[in-house]
Nanobody
Framework: QVQVEESGGGLVQPGGSLRLSCAAS????????MEWYRRGPGAQRELVAV???????NYGDAVKGRFTISRDDAKNTLHLQMNSLKPEDTAVYYCRVVIGRREYWGQGTQVTVSS
């Protein structure tokens, strides 16, 4: 079955960096667009970044210029490189894939930006 599983979260100081990963299985990874979302404390879930099957990328306004989404189709893995982290980036980060009419989410990985 389709599964996506995030990893790489943790506690980091403001201005620091983290790299998140999302391991995918159960489908042909290279054929599908992949997305990162996040949900901060008391906030709604928001789209962070998208990468298409062809490698085109798009970012939410809050992270443009600081975050980079990438994919390794050989390893069925999605990444999110997060630089210049701010306290407002504190959230649970999720990867998502839509296949047909179904969407699949991982369990999320917590990122906390605090001094």
């Amino acid at each position: 079955q389709v599964q996506v599983e995030e990893s790489g979260g943790g506690l980091v100081q403001p201005g620091g960096s983290l790299r998140l990963s999302c391991a995918a299985s159960g489908y042909i990874f290279r054929l599908y667009n992949m997305e990162w979302y996040r949900r901060g404390p008391g906030a709604q879930r928001e789209l962070v970044a998208v990468i298409t099957s062809g490698g085109s990328t798009n970012y939410g306004d809050a992270v443009k210029g600081r975050f980079t989404i990438s994919r390794d189709d050989a390893k069925n893995t999605l990444h999110l490189q997060m630089n210049s982290l701010k306290p407002e980036d504190t959230a649970v980060y999720y990867c998502r894939v839509v296949i047909g009419r179904r969407e699949y989410w991982g369990q999320g990985t917590q990122v906390t930006v605090s001094s």
